[in-house]
């Protein structure tokens, strides 16, 4: 029987079980519901973290990609970083930041290619924050980087293509060598690396770029190791070989008549010998240029004329107006040397080929005033002179009362043809970052055109005339040897107790009625009459009275002149009849004194200059030298586009293998557009036959029709700056830059060294860390060293015979920027000489004219080429007819080391080192 007090326990027992399991049941949900949000933030946490890990991408990227286009980021740019999130990440928000955590300073690189060098090192930090819009889940991340921006003249010699070594006398050369290409090593007397040397490519050592074995050389290599101890590297131990077959081949290059090369498979053991000083395959060193902007541009551009709404250019080849559309981009106008702080020269045919004197419209130049007329009226502004009045542009007086020669206009004048000239300060918007000139042309030819003559106190009524002249167009006398054997109706040559040794044009030899002319233009050329205007009275001995005009500066350039330096002296008599000389090497200078300019931008002058020119009167006062744009000195661009029938600053005569055969031989396409470019109408003379050649008098008195131009240094022993050792920011630079030939006179920027060495030491250079020290370059389309004992009247006398131009020890210090001609394959024809279808080697990057044999260039500098040359495109000759070599004391200038005492406009390598990484949330 059941107990009364047991009724109703089931149902609690019941109850209670429904509760434990209601109980476990909520807290099995709730554990499922927790553990399920759980995995789903764990989830929204991952890919927030991927969406933030490709911010920070990104954003690295973005910020790389600025120094392609320049060196130093400004808002904009950080903006554009900032606001450029990740692609496919549309669900996300991101918060972007760059910030620069320090200023900018100089470090010393450690390890790879930079090794040792000097870096302006800015640091850097990128934050990211991705939060998924969905769920709100926020990842954070943040990265640390340097952005090291390195000099290119920090390094001895830089190639950014194949660089070649083959010197025949001992070759010493001290700085870091690094070539983007490939480096062919080899020597006769010995070749000595004493720091690192790197290849982007290949280091080749048993051939070389023409097919010929190293044994024609030797392999007579050193390159001392880390403990400083010279380690040869021989035939057979280069990365790549031609001979020695031990491993698979190697496709180092897009020419197609390259060597065949092969990897050694014993490289990694002979690199070990060497101890990191010498490398293979490493990372390309590139230059933050203008290569991406408006296509792919070269960078020979860094030398070639700006493109600005207001210029004409060539388009597919016509000659149109500058569009927004085909404007340089900014990146492009800034990198342009013609776009540097400081002062630009231009000289064209036309009034609208000068730089912003185009209309727009068609090839019409604008109706105000822009450059100045050289051949034509006395006022320059661009009609011709009426009938019976003088040609040539007369240069405004100074206020002193010093008056410049007038340009001689009957020389200059070409029918068809103006020549222009336009002289411009060219400064930098710091808002903008637009260009923004001025011109001051009248201002500049006010200080003269002509180069004052020795015997200048003979000249009656001639005072200081010329004696501040920095752009020289032409000259009373060419010093020296007798142009010609004898003296011919075109010019005499007068060696007396008075005047001693000069070629001049006298137009007259008495100042007596019905006397004589000597050089009359009949017999010599008559396509024009010297005027009454153009005429000086030279005292002569005793009371004999001659009159003399100016005219051009011309000079014979053998290696651009001839094609083949092996040519006999028949072959060349009958090539070039009665003593003649071919066109080609006809060079008309532009000699800049670099002494004038720099008394200039010294300020010695500035109150004399005029005030009723253009600019003194826009500005409301005369031009001084202290309103010339600076950036840690001054850059002086040169371009003479005269002759430049198509106007793309290139020489239309690229048929330089053989007496123009028009054939396109492996080399002569220097501009790499796969034609063969020749203009001999309009242009180019051909090398041999009808045309091609006139007399030594012409040649050298005349103004000729051809794109045969240079720019020439002279007086530069001291150069415009100073070098402030207590204020490194005080430091002042000169650089010269042209797409012109430049031809350096004599010693420049050193009066000569201490005491010699093998090699001389760049401390030996005189002066020596003194203000007179000036950080310098050059950089042109090619740069042709002329010895202290040059003479342009030997050129036209001797201009085959290399033992009649001899030369004498000169000193040169300055940093260069050149192209170079093409190597190839050795074919028929090629340019006779030594080493055929070579472009001759580091050793002859700078170039010569003259009988060195024996004697010293010493040279202390950098040695940097990025191109191929289009102007002096000529092929390497040596060394029958163009020169023979000197003592080569070459060394790099340490202090270039030192970021403050680098020359204006200076290119820089730019990296970037990642430091470290960190999650913030």
Not at 177 to 186: E, L, R, Y
Not at 370 to 396: E, F, M, V
Not at 539 to 555: A, D, K, L, W
Not at 575 to 595: E, F, K
């Amino acid at each position: 029987m059941r107990n009364e007090n047991e009724k109703g326990s089931a149902l609690i027992i019941t109850l209670l079980i429904l509760t434990l399991l209601t109980a476990f049941v909520a807290i099995a949900i709730t554990r499922t519901t927790n553990e399920t949000l759980a995995t789903s933030n764990d989830a929204a946490e991952t890919r927030a973290l991927a969406a933030a890990q490709a911010s920070l991408e990104v954003m690295t990227y973005n910020f790389d990609k600025i120094f392609e286009l320049k060196l130093s980021p400004d808002p904009v740019d950080l903006d554009a970083v900032r606001n450029t999130p990740p692609p496919g990440f549309s669900g996300y928000t991101f918060t972007q930041q760059v910030t620069q955590t320090g200023a900018s300073r100089v470090v010393d690189m450690t390890g790879g290619v930079f090794q040792g060098l000097k870096s302006l090192r800015d640091e850097w930090r990128l934050d990211t924050t991705a939060t998924e819009n969905a769920t709100g889940v926020q990842v954070g991340l943040r990265r640390w980087f340097y952005n090291d921006r390195i000099p290119i003249f920090q390094f001895g010699i830089f190639y950014d293509d194949d660089v070649e070594f083959h010197p025949g006398p001992r070759f010493d050369f001290g700085g870091r060598v690094h070539s983007n290409g490939n480096i062919f090593a080899m020597a006769a007397a010995g070749l000595y690396f004493s720091s690192k040397v790197t290849a982007h490519k290949e280091i080749i050592t048993d051939i070389a770029r023409n097919w010929r074995p190293s044994t024609h050389w030797g392999n007579n290599v050193y390159v001392k190791n880390a403990s400083g101890t010279y380690i040869q590297l021989g035939a057979t131990d280069g990365s790549a070989l031609n001979t020695v077959i031990s491993g698979p081949p190697l496709n180092v290059s897009n020419e197609p008549d390259f060597p065949p090369v092969y990897k050694n498979l014993n490289w990694s053991t002979v690199e070990n010998t060497f101890q990191g000083n010498l490398l293979a395959n490493q990372k390309a060193l590139r230059l933050p240029l203008a290569i991406a902007s408006r296509g792919a541009l070269g960078y020979i551009e860094l030398i070639k004329r700006g493109k600005q709404v207001g210029d004409l250019q060539n388009l597919g080849g016509s000659i149109v107006p500058v569009t927004p559309a085909t404007a340089d981009s900014l990146i492009t106008t800034r990198e342009r040397y013609a776009n540097k702080r400081g002062i630009r020269v231009s000289l064209s045919d036309s009034k609208a080929k000068l730089p912003g004197c185009a209309s727009g419209t068609g090839q019409q130049p604008v109706s105000t005033p822009c450059g100045i007329r050289l051949d034509g009226a006395a006022n320059g502004q661009g009609s011709d002179p009426t009938s019976g009045q003088a040609r040539g542009y007369q240069p405004k007086p100074m206020r002193d009362g010093y008056q410049a020669t007038r340009i001689n206009g009957e020389r200059f004048y070409i029918p068809g043809r103006e020549i222009w000239i336009k002289v411009e300060l060219v400064d930098i918007n710091p808002l903008t970052g637009n260009v923004e000139t001025k011109d001051v042309t009248e201002d500049i030819l006010s200080l003269g055109v002509t180069e004052r003559p020795a015997f200048a106190n003979n000249i009656q009524g001639y005072g200081n005339a010329d004696s501040r002249s920095v752009i020289k167009l032409q000259r009373f006398s060419i010093p020296g040897v007798q142009i010609m054997g004898n003296d011919t109706n075109c010019y005499t040559y007068y060696n007396d107790s008075v005047i001693s040794g000069h070629n001049l044009v006298v137009v007259r030899s008495s100042l007596n009625a019905g006397s004589t002319w000597t050089n009359q233009d009949v017999g010599c050329n008559g396509s024009f009459t010297d005027h009454v205007a153009h005429r000086k009275v030279l005292v002569g001995v005793g009371s004999t009275r001659y009159e003399i005009v100016p005219f051009p500066i011309n000079m014979f350039d053998t290696r651009e002149g001839l094609y083949n330096d092996s040519l006999s002296d028949s072959n060349l008599s009958s090539l070039y009849l009665n003593g003649s000389i071919p066109w080609a090497g006809v060079m008309s200078m532009i000699d800049i004194d670099v002494a004038n300019l720099r008394s200039f931008l010294s300020g010695n002058f500035d109150s004399q200059m005029p005030t009723n020119t253009l600019y003194a009167t826009k500005e409301g006062h005369a031009f001084r030298a202290m309103d010339v744009p600076q950036a840690n000195g001054w850059v002086l661009y040169v371009s003479d586009r005269r002759g430049d029938y198509d106007f793309d600053g290139q020489y239309d005569m690229e048929d330089v293998y053989g007496p123009n055969d028009g054939v396109l031989q492996p080399g002569e396409d220097v501009n790499a557009n796969g034609v063969l470019d020749v203009n001999y109408t309009n242009e180019a003379p051909r090398y041999t036959g009808s045309g091609s050649y006139t007399s030594p008098d012409i040649a050298a008195l005349f103004e000729h029709k051809y794109y045969r131009r240079g720019v020439r240094l002279i007086n530069g022993q001291t150069l415009p700056g100073i070098y402030d050792s207590s204020n490194p920011l005080n430091t002042k630079g000169f650089t010269v830059a042209s797409e012109n030939g430049v031809y350096v006179l004599g010693n420049y920027n050193t009066t000569g060294v201490s005491s010699t060495g093998n090699p001389t030491p760049p401390s030996n250079y005189l002066p020596q860390n003194t203000a007179n020290h000036i950080p310098a370059s050059i950089v042109a389309d090619a740069i042709t060293i002329l010895s202290n004992n040059w003479s342009d009247s030997r050129s036209f006398r001797y201009p085959f015979e290399i033992s009649q131009r001899p030369a004498s020890n000169t000193y040169v210090r300055f940093a260069m920027l050149a192209g170079d001609p093409k190597s190839s394959k050795n074919e028929t024809p090629n340019q006779g000489g030594g080493d055929p279808r070579l472009a001759g080697g580091v050793h002859n990057f700078k170039r010569f004219l003259e009988n060195w044999s024996g004697v010293r260039l010493c040279y202390t500098g950098s040695l940097i080429n990025l191109f191929n040359s289009q102007n002096n495109n000529s092929p390497f000759k040596c060394c029958n007819r163009v020169y023979s070599p000197p003592t080569r004391d070459w060394t790099f200038d340490t202090s270039f080391l030192d970021p403050t005492r680098l020359p204006p406009g200076t290119p820089y390598i730019q990296s970037i080192t990642l430091t470290g990484f960190q999650r913030v949330n």
